[in-house]
Nanobody
Framework: QLQASGGGLVQAGGSLRLSCATSGLTFTFYSVGWFRQAPGKEREFVAVINRSGGTTRYTDSVKGRFTISRDNAKRTVYLQMDSLEPEDTANYYC????????????????????WGQGTLVTVSS
């Protein structure tokens, strides 16, 4: 089970930290990704982190503003979002994919095994 939280309303330029808490799976066997879906748009890839936390990947539009990290002891992945823009407004979802240690999943949402419910981020201008 995946539980995303931390969304809310923030002004442009502000920050939020999303959390994805997991249960019922061996957390260290999984890479974890964040995706987002804005109203009327397709769900899109945001960021992903591998099992150890040593490798990450971001979509171009969030590079330098968002940081994905994980705490394996807490079975939780975080998405620190800084310098938020109105275009970041969306429901944010976390998802997991079982991988070998060094592999980093790609941006295709069909590659992921399990999904959490979304947490809504609204950025006002």
């Amino acid at each position: 089970q995946l539980q995303a939280s931390g969304g809310g309303l923030v002004q442009a330029g502000g920050s939020l930290r999303l959390s994805c808490a997991t249960s019922g799976l061996t957390f260290t066997f999984y890479s974890v990704g964040w995706f987002r879906q804005a109203p009327g748009k397709e769900r899109e890839f945001v960021a992903v982190i591998n099992r150890s936390g040593g490798t990450t990947r971001y979509t171009d539009s969030v590079k330098g503003r968002f940081t994905i990290s994980r705490d394996n002891a807490k079975r939780t992945v975080y998405l620190q979002m800084d310098s938020l823009e109105p275009e970041d407004t969306a429901n944010y979802y976390c998802a997991v994919k079982r991988t070998i240690m060094t592999v980093l999943p790609g941006p295709d949402r069909s590659d992921y095994d399990y999904w959490g419910q979304g947490t809504l981020v609204t950025v006002s201008s």
